[in-house]
């Protein structure tokens, strides 16, 4: 049985069929501080889930601590099927699926394999970015070198300085990092 998105039936309409039969990943927004609660309660399911996470050091009065903390706080990413949207949001915590004009958005295997990378090297070299907001506007490049290579981003130019946001453009975030111009190529949209 398929899942209708809008009680306006034209919107529901517009949802490709194949998103009913195959599986893709999809942004899960979550309540707060409930990522790896959600992650495990949908692995529990039987969903395949992504919670990318980086470990920062936390401080108390008395001691030191290494903890794992979301890269993207309020969102896990999960693989599954729209007719499996109901189990996705029927578990505790899921507030729900990101969507654009009332659909949810897959997320491209791309942009996925992007964002490993990038936590990979994050959790690698032990520097926990801040997020920044993505925005909509510049140029998408491929990074050629340096220890980004292969991460798809877009460029915005801050304070004269060329920048890079790296994101997931379906939950409108990303980290700016600084990344010489030469280590940058376009992609042809």
Known sequence: MAFVFAENESLARRVPSELYAETRWYACYTRARHEKRVDRMLSDRGIDTYL???RRER????????????????????????????RVLDVPGVSTVVRMNGLPVPIREEELASVR??????????????????????????????????????VEEVRG????????????QGFEVDIPVKSLQAIQS
């Open 59 to 86: 401080r108390w009065k008395d001691r030191k601590k290494m903890v794992e903390f979301p890269l993207f706080p309020g969102y896990l990413f999960g693989r599954f099927s729209l007719d499996d949207l109901h």
């Open 161 to 172: 300085r060329k920048r890079v946001l790296v994101g997931i453009t379906a939950i409108r």
């Open 117 to 154: 990378r990038f936590a990979a090297v994050v959790s690698e070299r032990g520097e926990a970015p801040e997020p920044e907001p993505l925005v909509a506007e510049g140029q998408r490049v491929r990074v050629v070198a340096g220890p980004f290579k292969g991460v798809e981003a877009i």
């Open 52 to 54: 990318p996470l980086v």
